[in-house]
């Protein structure tokens, strides 16, 4: 069964350096979603793609993130400078399309601790 | 703006007792519901889904939800639980296309 690939698992950085996520969606799949889940709380979403396009970016806090699909299949989420409250589990989902009843299809997420 | 509220943080069972977990969300307009569960050490996956239909709605594994749309909620049951249900449950709705989740449902499920 496809799945949806994400790197690295685990990602340990001090605070105000750079860190990078990756995420490879089903392929096929046009919409890529990336999550971010703080302990104790549902996956929030930070940024989602149709295609190379951003659809909803509303909350990704973009003076410090930025997310992109330049060719419409594999993404990068970035943090720079990473702050201690960004450590939280990323997570990439991705769907065949933009529709409110598409299943989103879950990677194993990315923890992210900042020290 | 959509939420959803999981009104159960912590549940413990003993093996075949029977399950249900509460989910409320809040939104103006058509709906799209889900539950998605994550066992120890996977990721999320989709449990079952309502989106139009007969409002009972059956998943994997023997679980059940049930979409109530006077009450806004989507609440999920299973007669019988096992040990390997243990995991964690999050309700989700999707309104305008964005999918948002509850704060999730951590069950345990002890022999």
């Known amino acids: 069964e496809a799945e949806v690939a994400q790197s690295p698992r685990y990602k340990i950085t001090e605070k105000s350096q750079a860190v990078a996520f990756w995420c490879d969606p089903i392929?096929?799949?046009?919409?890529l979603y990336w999550y971010r889940q703080i302990l104790g709380q549902g996956p929030e979403l930070l940024v989602q793609?149709?295609?190379?396009?951003?659809?909803?970016d509303s909350q990704l806090p973009k003076d410090r993130f930025s997310a992109e699909r330049l060719k419409g299949v594999d993404s990068t989420l970035k943090i720079q400078p990473a702050e201690l409250g960004d450590s939280a589990m990323y997570l990439c989902?991705?769907?065949?399309?933009?529709?409110?009843?598409?299943?989103?299809?879950f990677g194993p997420g990315t923890r992210l601790t900042v020290l | 703006a959509q939420s959803v509220s999981q009104h159960n943080h912590h549940v413990i069972l003993s093996e075949a007792a029977s399950l249900e977990l509460g989910c409320n969300y809040s939104?103006?307009?058509?709906?799209?519901l889900f539950w998605y569960v994550q066992y120890p050490g996977q990721h999320l996956q989709l449990l079952l889904k309502?989106?139009?239909?007969?409002?009972l709605v059956k998943g994997i594994k023997g679980f059940e939800a049930e979409f109530i749309k006077s009450k806004f909620s989507f609440n999920l049951r299973k007669p019988s639980v096992q040990w390997s249900d243990t995991a964690e449950y999050f309700c989700?709705?999707?309104?305008?296309?964005?999918?948002?989740f509850g704060t999730g449902t951590q069950l345990k499920v002890e022999l």
């Open positions: 989902a991705s769907s065949p399309r933009t529709s409110g009843t598409d299943t989103q299809y």
């Open positions: 392929s096929g799949h046009a919409t």
């Open positions: 939104y103006g307009g058509t709906v799209n």
């Open positions: 989700a709705v999707n309104g305008g296309n964005k999918l948002t």
């Open positions: 793609f149709q295609d190379e396009s951003v659809v909803d």
């Open positions: 309502y989106f139009s239909g007969d409002p």
